[in-house]
């Protein structure tokens, strides 16, 4: 079984998100900006979990007006945020949980030290950075319609699941003050599970 821990939050932030739950046979993996849910033997998590399925529950009532596109990962001319351009396998800081600083009674933020105030840290392996597969280079974000979403999330999914396909998409735009404004969501299913990617904003 592939480790989907990749789409649990980093953030020290969301404490609920940072490790996967189960609840009624599904695990669940989420950062808040994505939910994957796929089948399993293991525990019911007994603590109190984030209503997940609420959202999945959302988008399968929602009807289409739009055909669904096909989504083709491509690469950007950015830099792969996680390993920093390098290609190498990293991993988060778990100093700073990612940050790149620390918090300080002083009232300013320190960089943090351990990772030179990037966040991550190298491994220093033969394996390539999970992200970008060794290609240093970011994904494109995906716009449909007036609704953005991030490409760091559609280049995951392609990379961690054999054939995701997008089965459903709700998105709604409205013009604010002349600039069109939309949110969304889209519902993708891989083998074994299913998952749901919400749309970001441009600002
Ligand atoms: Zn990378
Ligand atoms: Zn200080
Ligand atoms: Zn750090």
């Not at 821990?5 to 695990?27: H, K, N, Q, W």
């Not at 990293?90 to 009232?107: A, R, S």
């Amino acid at each position: 079984m592939r480790d989907l821990t990749v789409f649990c939050a980093m953030e020290a932030t969301r404490y609920s998100l940072e490790t996967p739950f189960v609840i009624d046979g599904y695990e669940y993996f989420s950062d808040g900006r994505i939910c994957i849910k796929r089948k399993t033997d293991k525990p019911e998590t007994t603590d109190k979990t984030p209503d997940c399925e609420a959202c999945f529950k959302q988008s399968r009532e929602i009807s289409l007006t739009t055909p669904i596109p096909i989504l083709d990962p491509s690469y950007s001319d950015e830099k792969c945020t996680f390993c920093l351009g390098t290609g190498k396998e990293h991993v988060i800081c778990n100093m700073c949980d990612g940050f790149g600083c620390h918090d300080c009674d002083c009232g300013t933020d320190h960089e943090c030290g351990y990772c030179d105030a990037t966040g991550r840290i190298e491994c220093y392996n033969d394996k390539f950075c999970l992200y970008c597969d060794g290609k240093r280079l970011g994904f494109r974000d995906v716009r449909i319609e007036d609704v953005l979403f991030k490409g760091y999330y559609i280049g995951l999914i392609f990379r961690m699941f054999d054939n995701p396909k997008v089965v459903s998409l709700a998105i709604s735009c409205k013009k604010v003050h002349d600039e069109p404004q939309g949110t969304g969501s889209m519902r993708f299913t891989f083998n074994g599970g299913e998952g749901l990617l919400m749309s970001i904003s441009e600002n």
